[in-house]
């Protein structure tokens, strides 16, 4: 465990939990021990605490889970990828512009694609939808006519028709052709309805990516075009006499790209086909850059895939630059740069919190001095080896007692030794594992095959949410979110664990943390005390979290809340969602929740013919089966 002589400060628990590295400014630590976030990025002089949110969050009646949402944040992050653009642009005197494209996949929720298009306002920052529905819902958010509308995905006559009518309207509405088959009907329905669409072509770069999401990229792709096959789309436009339709070239290179390398490679190969473009003689306007901006989510600032090698303003420069010095050297005119960035938005928005209901921890008994002379042979070797263990032989033994702990187990189920004796030897399995991951810990670098015992070993912190509908990328594709404590920050930490949710799922944990060195299997948390709630917070949940998770073990959406903060630090509840109730997650699974409850009452009558319960009894029953069903499928306080 972590030493605790020393005197423990606010300061040394922002260090251990990396609150500086990951939390871009937005986070902090007050010095009673709160975590604290504030609207304007490295100011806490008007930071809000966060355990105060969580106290007027209980106070009007909702339990945790909550995922809560700061307004300002994502406000200050369409600010910060804006002007970051706008000052690239100036200082390297570019002669396009940006627009920014915001892709509603990230987070669909009208919130979000409202403060993108209330707030993005001033900057134009528009939208990309990537199928009908997100069109549909584009088309009623989206009003300026100054921004675009990106259509990127498979498109089918409804689809194109309603882009048609987009333009119709006036707005910039871009079809992008994904796939060859797509253009004829876009002729076809564009001279119909006697609208000149825009079009875009999404090409197939060579340039690949790393990182989790890369595979979207790359010519492997599934998306898009590649280089025959948008000539083929060139020609045949020609032949429709509307070459000059064909507007803007996309591309995506994949979600989260975090070496910036990378970034200019697709910035600059992609720059040449755009060149290409031109001399063939469409009306090109635009260069769109797709996603990729990256999230430092373990604050490293390193190529690891949770991490990104740049800074917004890198980023900003490097694609202008990159846009340039290909098309000065073409002498071709500077497009606007469109980017369709959506995790760097809105990851910061949202974090889920969340209480601890229970923990268990690995506490055998100690072992006598000797045991007693009939002593099975495996376990007495166990034994010896316990006594002979040091910091030197380590791995040897480790090795040595995972072998005698089999031969006691083989022993076992070929009755050659009682239950109870099988109990011994495997105690004195566990009393050396605990020894061995006490001694690891003093090695100088943590042998690989030793993190996973050291991780038995730790404490089970049991949580109030589910990973599978909160944090669906954590359990799908190890993706690591920044978790700690949001209070008692101004106390040691003395234990080490990791977490479980409330899903009877042995996926349903966390033990993937943030680290400095890469990944940690456990994280620092402070023991539990009697009659007082703990709460721990996982951060940087605003992009893709929300709508992937799933009713594992019907659990369902859980409470959201959204705050306001305001320049004298004082805080509004500006929107309160309830999450799920049980009846409509049962609905979800297409349960007639009123047979069930009408089944259940005959059950119940039964029960009061045969004798079983009185009348009574059966009101009871029933009122708490009613009352199940309007609760909240999370537990409640
Ligand atoms: C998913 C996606 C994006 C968003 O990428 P981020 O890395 O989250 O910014 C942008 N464009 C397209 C075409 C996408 O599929």
């Not at 319960?613 to 708490?624: F, H, K, M, S």
């Amino acid at each position: 465990m972590i030493p605790t002589l020393e005197r423990w400060t606010t300061e040394r628990s922002a260090e251990l939990y990396g609150v500086s590295e990951w939390g871009a400014g937005f986070f902090g630590i007050s010095p009673n021990g709160d975590l604290q976030v504030t609207a304007e990025p490295g100011n806490f002089t008007n930071a809000v605490s966060i355990p105060e949110i969580i106290a007027g969050i209980q106070a009007r009646g909702l339990d945790m889970p909550v995922l809560l949402r700061i307004e300002n944040l994502l406000e200050t992050q369409i600010s910060l990828l804006n002007t970051n653009f706008l000052t690239a642009i100036k200082s390297l005197n570019y002669k396009g512009s940006y627009l920014g494209a915001y892709p509603i996949k990230v987070n669909q929720q009208q919130q979000v694609v409202e403060a993108v298009t209330h707030h993005g306002k001033k900057y134009h920052h528009g939208l990309e939808a990537g199928s009908k529905a997100e069109l549909i819902a584009a088309m009623g958010m989206h009003t300026d006519d100054e921004s675009v509308l990106v259509c990127n995905g498979y498109k089918d006559e409804e689809f194109i028709n309603l882009g048609l009518h987009a333009t119709q309207l006036g707005y910039n509405c871009v079809l992008v052709i994904e796939m060859p088959g797509e253009l004829p009907l876009i002729i076809e329905r564009s001279k119909a309805l006697g609208v000149k669409p825009i079009l875009g072509v999404r090409v197939k770069l060579s340039s690949q990516a790393n990182g989790l999401w890369a595979e979207s990229g790359g010519d492997r792709s599934i998306f898009g075009l590649n280089a025959a096959q948008i000539v083929d789309i060139i020609d045949r436009l020609k032949d429709a006499d509307m070459l000059d339709c064909l507007q803007l070239l996309h591309y995506h290179l994949g979600s989260q790209i975090p070496n910036i390398r990378e970034i200019r490679n697709g910035v600059a190969e992609a720059s040449r086909v755009y060149a290409g473009l031109v001399a063939e003689g469409a009306g090109m306007r635009y260069l769109d850059l797709g996603g990729g901006l990256a999230v430092d989510y373990d604050g490293t600032q390193t190529n690891f895939m949770s991490s990104r090698n740049y800074s917004v303003d890198e980023y900003c420069v490097d694609v202008v630059e990159g846009v340039m010095t290909v098309l000065d050297e073409q002498e071709v005119d500077h497009p606007i740069i469109i980017t369709e960035s959506g995790r760097a938005l809105v990851a910061y928005y949202s974090m889920l919190l969340f209480n601890v209901l229970d923990t268990a921890r690995f506490e055998p008994e100690p072992l006598p001095d000797s045991l007693p002379e009939d002593t099975y042979i495996h376990t007495q070797h166990l034994f010896e080896t316990l006594q002979s263990l040091n910091l030197r032989n380590v791995q040897a033994c480790f090795n040595d007692i995972l072998y005698y702990r089999d031969e006691v187990r083989q022993a076992f189920n070929q009755g050659k030794i009682t239950f109870r004796e099988r109990a011994l030897g495997e105690h004195v399995y566990w009393q050396t594992i605990r020894r061995i991951a006490a001694l690891a810990r003093e090695l100088p670098a943590i042998p690989h095959e030793f993190e996973g015992i050291i991780q038995t070993l730790s404490d089970i912190y049991y949580c109030n949410f589910s990973v599978f509908q909160s944090l669906p990328d954590a359990w799908a594709i190890g993706q690591l979110f920044p978790i700690m404590p949001v209070h008692r920050l101004n106390e040691p930490p003395t234990r080490e664990g990791f977490l479980a949710d409330i899903t009877c799922d042995c996926d349903g944990k966390i033990d993937r943390f943030i680290d400095r060195q890469g990944v940690k299997r456990t994280m620092p948390l402070h023991a539990l005390r009697e009659m007082e709630q703990y709460y721990l917070g996982a951060f940087l949940v605003g992009a893709y979290q929300e709508t992937l998770g799933d009713l594992h073990n019907l659990l369902g959406d859980t409470n959201i809340v959204t705050v306001r903060i305001h320049e004298d630090g004082k805080f509004d509840f500006v929107g309160e969602m309830e999450g799920d109730t049980v009846e409509d997650v049962l609905s979800y699974v297409e349960y007639d929740t009123k047979a069930l409850l009408t089944r259940f009452r005959e059950t119940a009558e039964k029960a009061v013919r045969k004798g079983m319960i009185t009348p009574n009894q059966r009101r009871e029953i029933l009122q708490a089966y009613k009352a199940g069903l309007q609760g909240y499928t999370y537990l409640e306080g």
